[in-house]
């Protein structure tokens, strides 16, 4: 985007890690913004050895995408459908004058801008989560991906931007765990698509528009098959590059297409529709319009607008759109760069307001996870309290929660309304952002290592924070355990949580009432209904109390009370309390929140944890334990552990608990769960289905022992096509032989050998093995005995030629196009023994071949020297592969 961020960003170096020291600065066109990338995790946070990631996407990946052909395909799917958002009920929004239906987009790094880390959670209590669902209805992940394939070594964070020479996609996919966490709040999920001049190599919008037979798009069938496996929305179209003034009305074909397919097109501001010249109108009007809609009807949903905007053009934007029959506050977003002006923003969002003081368009922001990336500590583990603090000052206006804001910016929710999915007859919370530094298991420690898991974080406190009193409000904070680091207003005492990585702490003096409002609701109450309460109150015994607080919608302006008797109590650990809600059956509840009563004197220290709070509606809601629970692949030598299960719909159940024994290893919605770390060498795998009234099912199991398994597996295959297997003889066992499979993981390739070897046998070499570079995974299993296992890698021996159809000979002049070889990495023109030589992006020196990702489209057109010299082609893979293609002469 115009002053935004591309490829490469400034990077901070993670916390006490020597080898990744390097600052590195981006300088950017169009204003020079720069943000920060995150570094590979180092330690115990480091990925696994085969932890799924995502990668991007070159139209050429695109068009063979399969995905039978990844073997992470299954772990990053979002399986969360799209809740529904409650209606709009003013009378009990923080500014009932705002209108509910201004829409937000925000566009950042999901877990901050990793290029090789993108996995849908993982063990670093520290990276970055979004934690105000409720302001936004889409979320779009904004951050470059390399194309699948790309070594990892390839990546040196030590070296400048411009000397990351590998390819990064056109295209990016949303996160599945941010997905699963926007669908569940009623927020869209949106990937990316990218193209620029100087930033994706030879990668170029004209290979969207090419027609099969049928006068279709493939690559727009591609997209939409692509969302809908992995479980997204829709696309940022972000193009800029100028367009052909001929291709125009093919792209709008395009965009089309990927509407009638159920796909969500939002289109950036960069595009002149007449010419096709870059052309940051800052506005909506009939330069930019027709990329929206024509005379012909709809051809995206709706804009983002360049920056540059100010009231004259916000207003001509609303005008404009009702023109056309549009409602600016759903399909014109007025841009909002958060990443580089952060807190001194030169926009006004007040200038976005009419004359009483509603918004006139939507609003977009762009790299809002600078409250994390651009910090010199995100990843100390001690300094998150800031970053909290930071997030909480841009959505709110202040870092408190405070009722007046921090400085110019006025936070977001000054023109967003909050939204809500909280609905039915049930709801339940344990205030989990997350992430923790532990987790708790019904107040037990059930897992003392800090995790990340956006899948696991719970539906936001809507309000954070909206407390009122007569005297001076207690204070609110999530509490991680005695291992966090708090802010310094606060002096409570460290708990942790009651179920997950947090519980809500309140703290302070309590010299008057304080009504903590919580959760903004559409929630029905039956003849059974129950609300009940876990808390911790460390604070001495006293005279205040804990109340219950109901909003109901018939009578919005009244905040019921129901009593928790005894609640003034010291407490030894958590302890529930329960109001019957039967007298209000057939309401609807607008609000849930907590009273704390005061005493009949000021309180000093008072401090209360809620460890939980739920709904339940009296029926029989526990969800039936989970089926088909199993080990797909246990690699001890790698410390992984790979499950699957048989997954009931999101009504039934909204997440699965994994333990070992007792021992709490993560959760997600979904019907399979990747391990890292796994040491345990014996051990019961439990699986707990919890439901929506937060009640949790009896336990499915699975036990293993690797005494019983062959150990210290060890592979190796050769370019001859011979896999070396070797392990020792299980410890103990039946005696019955061992059985021994190889199975690529690449499914659209298959292979299987499966052979029996003696019970005491050490090892074997099987022949006949592929060397097409494709992933294997080799189990032993020994008579009845736990299968234990280990992934591989088959010898890449394999390359196919440069096909010379792939280049367009005019005379004396040669154009080159992309190979269509999954892991081409360089392909060398030689004119009579000679390279030729090619320019680079980012005027980065030219190289004496073409190379993935980084030579420019112009670059490939070459004139040869002589009209009667030997031109050869050399491609070569990331294995060193080579294969020679002779384009003229002998």
Not at 94 to 105: C, S
């Amino acid at each position: 985007m115009a002053r935004s961020p591309r490829t490469g960003r400034r990077v901070t170096t993670r916390a006490g890690t020597a080898a990744l020291a390097a600052m590195l600065t981006v300088v950017l066109a169009a204003g020079g913004a720069a943000a920060s990338d995150t570094l590979p995790w180092t330690g115990d946070s480091a990925a696994g050895a085969h932890q799924p990631y995502q990668h991007g996407y070159s139209v050429t990946d695109l068009l063979r995408w399969n995905p039978a052909d990844d073997a992470h395909a299954e772990l990053l799917r979002a399986k969360v459908p799209l809740q529904k958002r409650n209606p709009a009920n003013a009378a009990t929004q923080r500014t009932p004058a705002l209108p509910a239906d201004t829409q937000l987009l925000t566009l950042a790094g999901d877990y901050g801008n990793a290029f090789f880390e993108s996995h849908p959670y993982t063990n670093e209590f520290s990276q970055y989560l979004f934690n105000y669902w409720q302001y936004a209805d889409f979320y779009a992940s904004w951050h470059g991906m390399p194309t699948e394939g790309v070594p990892v070594s390839y990546y040196d964070p030590a070296k400048d931007w411009r000397e990351k020479w590998f390819e990064f996609g056109m295209l990016n996919l949303p996160n599945p765990g941010y997905t699963n966490a926007a669908h569940a709040n009623g927020v869209r999920s949106l990937g990316c698509v990218f193209f620029s001049d100087n930033d994706r190599g030879d990668q170029t919008y004209a290979e969207l528009l090419v027609r099969d037979a049928d006068g279709g798009f493939p690559v727009a069938a591609k997209l939409i098959q692509l969302a809908k496996f992995y479980g997204f929305d829709g696309y940022f179209i972000n193009q800029e590059a100028k367009l052909a003034p001929a291709d125009i009305p093919a792209y709008k074909e395009f965009l089309r297409q990927l509407r009638a397919g159920g796909i969500y097109v939002q289109w950036y501001d960069s595009i002149n529709s007449s010419t096709g010249a870059i052309s940051y109108q800052n506005e909506f009007n009939s330069v930019n319009g027709p990329f929206v809609r024509d005379a012909q009807g709809d051809v995206s949903d709706s804009i983002f607008l360049n920056y540059w905007w100010n009231r004259t053009k916000l207003t001509n934007s609303k005008n404009y759109a009702a023109g056309l029959g549009l409602n600016a506050r759903k399909s014109v977003f007025a841009g909002v760069e958060a990443g580089q002006y952060q807190f001194d923003q030169p926009y006004n969002l007040d200038d976005n307001l009419d004359a009483s003081g509603a918004p006139m368009n939507a609003i977009a922001t762009l790299g809002a996870d600078f409250v994390s990336s651009d910090y010199a500590g995100k990843t100390d583990d001690a300094a998150q309290r800031d970053v909290f603090d930071r997030e909480r000052r841009w959505w709110t206006g202040s870092s408190q929660g405070a009722t007046t804001p921090e400085g110019s910016w006025k936070g977001i929710s000054k023109y967003i309304a909050e939204r809500s999915v909280i609905g039915g007859t049930t709801f339940a919370t344990s205030f989990n952002t997350g992430h923790g530094l532990s987790t708790w298991t019904k107040g037990r420690l059930s897992n003392p290592k800090e995790w990340g898991n956006v899948n696991l974080q719970d539906l936001p406190v809507t309000w954070q924070w909206w407390i009122d009193a007569a005297g001076t409000p207690l204070r609110a904070d999530f509490d991680y355990g005695p291992a966090y680091t708090p802010a310094s207003r606060f002096s409570y005492q460290k708990i942790g949580a009651y179920n997950g990585g947090s519980s809500l702490v309140l703290s302070g003096t309590l010299d008057s009432d304080n009504t903590a409002r919580l959760y903004k609701t559409d929630l029905k109450l039956t003849k059974r209904s129950t609300l009940e309460l876990t808390y911790n109150k460390p604070s001495a015994s006293d005279d205040s109390e804990l109340r219950l607080g109901l909003v109901l919608a018939s009578d919005p302006a009244k905040v019921i009370q129901l009593p928790l008797t005894g609640s003034g109590r010291h407490t030894t650990g958590w302890t529930t309390g329960s109001a019957d809600l039967s007298a209000y059956a057939g309401q609807r509840v607008a609000a849930l929140g907590l009273v704390v009563a005061a005493g009949a004197r000021p309180i000093p220290g008072y401090q209360v944890n809620l460890g939980s709070l739920a709904l339940r509606d009296g029926q029989a809601n526990t969800p039936a334990a989970p089926q088909d629970l199993r080990i797909t692949e246990l690699l001890p030598e790698t410390g992984e552990l790979f499950l699957s299960w048989k997954r009931s719909g999101y009504d039934k159940v909204r997440r699965y608990d994994v333990y070992l024994d007792d021992t709490y290893l993560g959760g997600v919605y979904d019907d399979v769960y990747y391990v890292k770390r796994f040491t345990a060498t014996s051990g019961t795998i439990k699986l707990v289905a919890v439901g929506p009234d937060g009640s949790q099912s009896p336990a499915a199991t699975t036990s293993f022992d690797l005494s019983t398994a062959p150990g210290g597996v060890k592979t190796s295959a050769k370019p001859d096509g011979t896999l070396t297997a070797a392990w020792t003889p299980p410890v103990r066992g039946s005696g019955g032989p061992i059985t021994l499979k190889v199975q690529s993981l690449d499914t659209a390739h298959p292979y299987t050998k499966e052979v029996e070897l003696s019970g005491t046998s050490t090892g074997t070499t099987l022949t006949g093995v592929p060397v097409d570079g494709g992933d294997y995974l080799l189990t032993l299993r020994a008579g009845t005995g736990t299968t234990t296992g280990a992934r591989g890698t088959f010898a890449d021996a394999e390359i196919s030629p440069y096909p010379a159809s792939a280049v367009a000979i005019n005379g004396n002049t040669f154009t080159f196009s992309r190979p269509a070889l999954p892991d081409w990495h360089t392909l060398t023109i030689l004119e009579d023994g000679q390279a030729k030589s090619f320019a680079t992006t980012y005027s980065s020196g030219a190289k004496p071949y073409i190379i993935r990702g980084r030579t420019t489209r112009g670059a490939e057109t070459v004139t040869m020297s002589s009209a009667t010299s030997k031109v050869v082609a050399i491609l070569e893979d990331y294995a060193g592969n080579k294969a020679t293609t002779v384009l003229r002469g002998n």
